[in-house]
């Protein structure tokens, strides 16, 4: 059921979710995090259709702000919404649109409805804050979660990452390296990894997913890293290949969807690998499945990607390729 509230307020939102359960028999004892959705107007329902999907791992409680910079008609104000059941699953929705200077204190406008001693998860799948932890909602949250895939340049996005980082953030860019970091590390067990020269990384040079890999890879292996990026309109999307170069030959995996990946090993047959492209239901339900901050996250958002872009190499912007020290770039063609 979905319940519209025009020009209202927090408590009154607040008391007619109770009537509402109360009215259906539900109860919000099962809940095990609130997780509040920063949006734009308009922008909600694919984030809506994720978490209500994830709340079937998860219980939850979503929160959606949305904000309105100057109020068309009314003068500022407060439209609630609220949907239980149905799509909903085991999700309670609340959905809060402020008008004009109704929207200046989210902090206020959220903490009325959170439920008690339940962690707190904020997520931003839009523009994000210069600085989540920060934020008026960052500041309540005990996890906060942006994408830089939906920033105007993903690749930058990352150095504001970087310099804001504080435990606790995450970044759906790496949540979607998941499936090729637990390939990779299959790959590169101690005696393997310790053996490993250089790392080649071919992907689109708008992805910040590809550049996440590469930092993780320099700050696993410390060995120079080189990207190879093209252009969407070459048909680049995501990470296509990773090389691990050793002088008992080439790990090479490599994927073109929608066929399976392909891993290529020294004295092995060739192997299919299943590497899919994460949908945003699967990224947000990992997410969501643990409380505490991701440190691996926070040393490659820190460390990883400090040393990637560091002195050690040089960035050919004609090329979009990062050229380490000592490698011959010709030697990837």
Known sequence: MIYHYPNTTVSALNKALVT??????????GRVLTLVIATEPGAAEEAIIAAEGAAREHPLRVIVLSTVSVSVSGGPHLDGEI???GE????EVILLTAHGTAADDQEALVTGLLLPDAPVIAWWPGQAPERVAQSSLGRIAARRITDSRAQPAPVEDLSRLSRGYTPGDS???????????????????????????HVDIEGADDSSSVVLLAAWLKLQLQVPVLLLTSTRESGAAGIYRVRLHSATGVVDLHRSLPAPALLNQPDQPA??????RRSLLECLTEELRHQGADTLYGD??????????????????????????????YAYV
């Open 271 to 276: 192997q299919n690998v299943s590497l899919p």
């Open 88 to 91: 909903s699953g085991p999700s």
């Open 83 to 85: 949907r239980l059941g």
């Open 20 to 29: 509402i359960r109360d009215t259906a028999g539900s109860s919000a004892l």
């Open 300 to 329: 490659v958002i820190t460390s990883g990607l400090a040393q990637l872009l560091s002195s050690d190499g040089a960035w050919d912007h004609n090329e979009n390729t990062r050229i380490p020290d000592g490698v011959d770039p």
């Open 171 to 197: 970044d759906l860019a790496w949540t979607r390296l998941t499936l090729w970091r637990n390939q990779l590390a299959a790959v590169l067990d101690p005696p393997a990894s310790a053996t490993v020269t």
